[in-house]
T-cell receptor
Framework: DTGVSQNPRHKITKRGQNVTFRCDPI?????LYWYRQTLGQGPEFLTY????????KSRLLSDRFSAERPKGSFSTLEIQRTEQGDSAMYLC?????????????FGPGTRLTVT | AQTVTQSQPEMSVQEAETVTLSCTYD???????LFWYKQPPSRQMILVIR??????QNATENRFSVNFQKAAKSFSLKISDSQLGDAAMYFC????????????FGTGTRLTIIP
């Protein structure tokens, strides 16, 4: 078990470009969460998956954002037409909802800088 | 909606001394979890300690303990015998115990350890 991994760790892009991040959860964890953390703030919930089904999206997730988990394993988060306000750390976490104490394990995050 | 408030943006403590970080929360639920997460600089978030709302006994993990006051909706973290490795951002977080177990975080407290 290597924990939750995220790639890339850092991404610098120009405003208007599209970016895609990947999250690989712990293998037996069927629940996967995406959070966004801006400077000086705590993480904020974006969306979550139960297997391949996306069950809830935050109002923070505008139409420019899309997340997928096609086979119920890894997940991708795409941001289209990036804006400077999208600059943040994007965190992924996974959990096994059938295993107490239902802890979410976090990845190292992808830091996005939009110039 | 649930909210989590951390009123101490920064705290400092002498090595080997004790420090307490404050957290208050607001919820109408009765069944939930509270957490303290540690986020070292440029490293991933890790769980320090958890508290189940229906348990009256305060949780303890080695040098870390909590003071959970359910009626007052207060959840403070006490770190005893502070060590240099304790330096980090500390986030208080709330999660309800059913449905979408997304975490709601406070804004964090930056803890500095003075050698």
């Amino acid at each position: 078990d290597t924990g939750v991994s995220q790639n890339p760790r850092h991404k610098i892009t120009k405003r208007g470009q599209n970016v895609t991040f990947r999250c690989d959860p712990i293998s037996e964890h069927n629940r996967l969460y995406w959070y966004r953390q801006t400077l000086g703030q705590g993480p904020e919930f974006l969306t979550y998956f139960q297997n391949e089904a996306q069950l809830e999206k935050s109002r923070l997730l505008s139409d420019r954002f899309s997340a997928e988990r096609p086979k119920g394993s890894f997940s991708t988060l795409e941001i289209q037409r990036t804006e400077q306000g999208d600059s943040a750390m994007y965190l992924c976490a996974s959990m096994n909802p059938g295993l107490a104490p239902y802890e979410q394990y976090f990845g190292p995050g992808t830091r996005l800088t939009v110039t | 909606a649930q909210t989590v408030t951390q009123s101490q943006p920064e705290m400092s403590v002498q090595e080997a001394e004790t420090v307490t970080l404050s957290c208050t929360y607001d919820t109408s639920e009765s069944d939930y979890y509270l957490f303290w997460y540690k986020q070292p600089p440029s490293r991933q978030m890790i769980l320090v300690i958890r508290q189940e709302a229906y348990k009256q006994q305060n949780a303890t993990e080695n040098r870390f303990s909590v003071n959970f006051q359910k009626a007052a909706k207060s959840f403070s973290l006490k770190i005893s015998d502070s060590q240099l490795g304790d330096a980090a951002m500390y986030f208080c977080a709330y999660r309800r115990n059913f449905g979408n177990e997304k975490l709601t975080f406070g804004t964090g407290t930056r803890l500095t350890i003075i050698p």
